[in-house]
C-alpha cells in the first residue's frame, strides 16, 4: 500500500511527542485527523491525548468496520483517548460535541494489546463518572466562591452602614441622646437576631449567621428538588451534557451496576449505546438497563447465557418496542427449553409471538440453543415485516418447521440463514431445496454445520446449491462426508462465481479408526484425526486441482479450520 505524503509527515511529527506543543499550535483543523490516525497505527498515546484534548471539529469518530488489513487500537491508545476526552471538557480550544466509539472493541483474541467489548464499556463508564465527579467539584467550588464573594459585599456593606450611622450621631444636634438611640436600637437588632436563630448562643458575627441561614435555604431546596426529580430528569440531561457518546456496550453482572450508575444521572458526558450485549443478567437487571437507554439510538440487543425462562423473555420483548430504530435481536442460551411439555407453556409461547410482533422493524433474529420445535410458525408468523437474517442453531427443528419456513414471507429476502446443529433427514430434504429456490437470488451466507449430511444427502441438495448465485459463504463443518462427497462438493461450488469462502468437513478417511457409520458432530468433534498427514495432504491437493480446473484458486478460500478460519471473507463489497 503506497502512503500519502500527508500521512507520512503526520507519522513523522507524532513521533516526536517533546516538539507536540510547537507544532500542535499552528497545524490546521484539517490536519488534525491525519496526526489522530498517525498516532493510533503508530501506538503513540500522548499524542492521541493531545490530539484529542483540542480537537477542532464538533464531531469525532474512532472505530467502525477495519480492514482485514488493519490492527485494532492500542489498550493505551484508547485509554489516552478516554482521557483525553475529560480533559477537553475545560479545555476552551476542544469543540468536540459528538463522540462516536461504535464497533471500536476488538475481539479477536489473537491481536495483542487490544480492547475487548467489555473492558471498553468499563472504561467507558469510569469516564462518564470521572468527568461527572470533576464536574461536581468544580459546580463546588464555584459556589463556595461566589458565597465568598456575597458575604465579603454584605460585610462591607454593613461596615458602610455603621460608618453612617456614627457620621450622623456626630452631626445630629441631639448630642448624646441621638447616640444612645442608635445604641438601643442596635440592642434591640442583635436580641431579634437571637431570637432568629434558635437561641444559639455561640452565633457571633454577621459572617457566621448568613452561613447557618445559607444552611437552612439549601436544607429546603434540597426537599423541593427531590419531589420533582423523575419529572426533570430528561430536562437536566438536556441541560448538562456537553460530550455525547456513542458506543457499543458489553455488560454482565460484574459491569452492571457501573454500567448503571453512569446511565442513570445526568452528567457533562452521556452514553448512547448502539448495540448492547448482557451475559448472565436476570431479567429485572435487563428491565432496570433498558429503561436507562436513550430510545433513539439502540440498533441490536444480545443476550448471552442468562437464565430468563419463557416468562422474562415475554416481559423484556415489550420493552424493546419503544426502541425505534432497533432491527436486530440475538438471544443465545437463554434457558427457555420448551421441548418438555409444561403447564401454561402455550400461554408463554403465544405472550413471546406478541413480544416479537411488536418489533415492526426487526431485521434479524437469532434463536440459538432454545429449544422449541415444531413452532417456528408461531413464533415467526407474528413478524410484521420479513426477516433478513435468521440464525436457529440448536433450536430442534421439525420437518413441519422447515415446510412452514420455505414457505413463508421471510424465504425470499433472507440473506443470512443458520441451521447448524439441526439434524436432517430425507423428510426435511424437500423443505430445504424449497427454501433455497426461494431464496436464490438473496442468500449470501448458508451455514449448515453438525446437520448430519451424509453423501448422499449431500448429493441430492448440491443441485439447488448451485442456484444460489449470490452466495458468499458456505460453512459445512462437522458432517459425515468422505473424501470423495467432499470432491463432488468442491466441483459444485465452484461453479459459483460469487463464493469467496467454503468451510468444509475433515474427511471420515482422515480420523482414526472406530467411528460410527453416522458419527454425530459431536463425535466429530472430539474424534482424534490421523497423526500422518498423507490424508490430509491428499485432501488438499485434489482440492487444489478442482480449484485450478475451474480458475478459482485466487479468489475462493476453502479450509477446514472451523476454529481459525477469517469471517472477513463473507463482508460484501
Request: glycine residues 6%; neutral net charge; hydrophobic residues 35%.
Amino acid at each position: 500500500m503506497v502512503l500519502s505524503l500527508v500521512t507520512l509527515c503526520a507519522r513523522e511529527l507524532v513521533s516526536d511527542h517533546c516538539s507536540s506543543q510547537c507544532w500542535l499550535s499552528c497545524v490546521p483543523r484539517e490536519l488534525y485527523r491525519a496526526l489522530l490516525d498517525a498516532a493510533f497505527s503508530r501506538c503513540r498515546p500522548l499524542a492521541v491525548g493531545e490530539v484529542v484534548q483540542r480537537w477542532p471539529e464538533r464531531a469525532l469518530t474512532i472505530g467502525g468496520s477495519r480492514k482485514a488489513c488493519e490492527c485494532p487500537p492500542n489498550r493505551l491508545c484508547v485509554q489516552a483517548l478516554l482521557l483525553a476526552v475529560v480533559r477537553g471538557l475545560t479545555d476552551k480550544r476542544c469543540c468536540l460535541q459528538m463522540l462516536d466509539l461504535s464497533g471500536l472493541q476488538c475481539e479477536d483474541g489473537r491481536a495483542e494489546d487490544s480492547m475487548g467489548g467489555w473492558s471498553l464499556s468499563v472504561a467507558l463508564c469510569s469516564m462518564v463518572l470521572q468527568a461527572r465527579s470533576a464536574a461536581s467539584r468544580a459546580h463546588r467550588r464555584d459556589g463556595e466562591r461566589e458565597r465568598k464573594r456575597g458575604l465579603e459585599a454584605e460585610r462591607d456593606q454593613g461596615t458602610i452602614k455603621r460608618d453612617r450611622g456614627k457620621v450622623g450621631c456626630r452631626n445630629s444636634g441631639e448630642g448624646s441622646q441621638g447616640g444612645h438611640r442608635v445604641e438601643e436600637e442596635e440592642k434591640r437588632k442583635s436580641r431579634t437576631n437571637e431570637q432568629m436563630f434558635s437561641g444559639d448562643e455561640s452565633v457571633k458575627g454577621d459572617r457566621r449567621r448568613m452561613e447557618i441561614q445559607r444552611r437552612k435555604t439549601l436544607s429546603e431546596g434540597k426537599s423541593n428538588s427531590t419531589s420533582n426529580k423523575s419529572s426533570s430528569c430528561y430536562h437536566d440531561w438536556d441541560e448538562v451534557v456537553v460530550v455525547h457518546v456513542r458506543a457499543d456496550l458489553f455488560v454482565n453482572s460484574r459491569s452492571w451496576e457501573r454500567v448503571r450508575d453512569a446511565l442513570s444521572q445526568p452528567g457533562p458526558l452521556r452514553l448512547h449505546c448502539r448495540y448492547l450485549c448482557v451475559e448472565e443478567l436476570s431479567a429485572p437487571s435487563i428491565a432496570s438497563l433498558l429503561g436507562l437507554l436513550p430510545q433513539q439510538d439502540l440498533l441490536g440487543v444480545d443476550i448471552r447465557y442468562s437464565s430468563l425462562g419463557a416468562s422474562g423473555l415475554a416481559m423484556l420483548l415489550p420493552l424493546l418496542a419503544p426502541f425505534p430504530q432497533l432491527h436486530s435481536l440475538r438471544l443465545h442460551y437463554c434457558n427457555l427449553d420448551l421441548e418438555r411439555g409444561q403447564p401454561g407453556q402455550q400461554g408463554a409461547l403465544q405472550d413471546l409471538s406478541k413480544g416479537l410482533g411488536s418489533l415492526k422493524r426487526l431485521k434479524r433474529l437469532c434463536l440459538t440453543a432454545l429449544r422449541l420445535p415444531g413452532h417456528l410458525h408461531l413464533l415467526l408468523s407474528s413478524l410484521s415485516k420479513p426477516l433478513e437474517v435468521l440464525e436457529l442453531p440448536y433450536l430442534c427443528l421439525t420437518s413441519t418447521d422447515l415446510a412452514y419456513l420455505s414457505c413463508s414471507q421471510h424465504a425470499p429476502f433472507l440473506r443470512e440463514l443458520d441451521l447448524s446443529e439441526n439434524w436432517l433427514d430425507e423428510s426435511s430434504l424437500p423443505s430445504l431445496r424449497h427454501l433455497l429456490a426461494q431464496a436464490e437470488s438473496s442468500l449470501r451466507q448458508l451455514s449448515l454445520c453438525g446437520c448430519g449430511l451424509s453423501d448422499t444427502l449431500l448429493g441430492a441438495l448440491l443441485p439447488s446449491l448451485s442456484c444460489c448465485r449470490a452466495l458468499r459463504s458456505l460453512r459445512l463443518a462437522l458432517n459425515p462426508l468422505s473424501r470423495m462427497g467432499l470432491l463432488s462438493l468442491a466441483r459444485t461450488v465452484a461453479g459459483i462465481p460469487s463464493l469467496h469462502l467454503l468451510l468444509y468437513p475433515n474427511p471420515l478417511e482422515e480420523y482414526e479408526p472406530g467411528l460410527p457409520a453416522l458419527p454425530s458432530s459431536a463425535q466429530l468433534l472430539d474424534w482424534p484425526l490421523l497423526e500422518e498427514s498423507e490424508g490430509r495432504d491428499l485432501t488438499l491437493r485434489l482440492l487444489d486441482e478442482i480449484l485450478n480446473l475451474r480458475l478459482r484458486s485466487q479468489d475462493l478460500f476453502v479450509t477446514s479450520d472451523l476454529l481459525n478460519y477469517s469471517p472477513d471473507l463473507t463482508v460484501d463489497d
